[in-house]
Nanobody, 122 residues
């Protein structure tokens, strides 16, 4: 079993920055693939960025050049650096993990955090 705990969300103005963290504990061998997903009210959950244990990353087009995903395997922690935030980035952000690579396919991830809210005002 893997437990994921997110932190770092908050409210910022457009153009601002935030850094999200996700601490993993438990059977962390099941966290080869980790990712950030978000869900805005009335919308489906979407993949934001994913990273494997070799550091290979992928991003959804809308955040490329603005968000950076990274991980510290020694600390079992996943990060998401968000810059140039826009109101459309407002959502609940979730950390997810799995043993196998699933990219942005949220349905395939077995482990999820509780989420952290990001609100960007114009």
């Amino acid at each position: 079993q893997v437990e994921l705990v997110e932190s770092g969300g908050g409210s910022v103005q457009a153009g601002g920055s935030l850094r999200l963290s996700c601490a993993a504990s438990g059977y962390t061998l099941n966290t080869n693939c980790m990712g950030w997903f978000r869900q805005a009210p009335g919308k489906e959950r979407e993949g934001v960025a994913t990273i494997d244990d070799d550091g290979i990353t992928s991003y959804t087009n809308s955040v490329k050049g603005r968000f950076t995903i990274s991980r510290d395997n020694a600390k079992n922690t996943l990060y998401l650096e968000m810059a140039s935030l826009k109101p459309e980035d407002t959502a609940m952000y979730y950390c997810a993990a799995d043993r196998d690579w699933h990219g942005g396919n949220s349905a395939q991830y077995n482990y999820w955090g509780q989420g952290t809210q990001v609100t960007v005002s114009s």
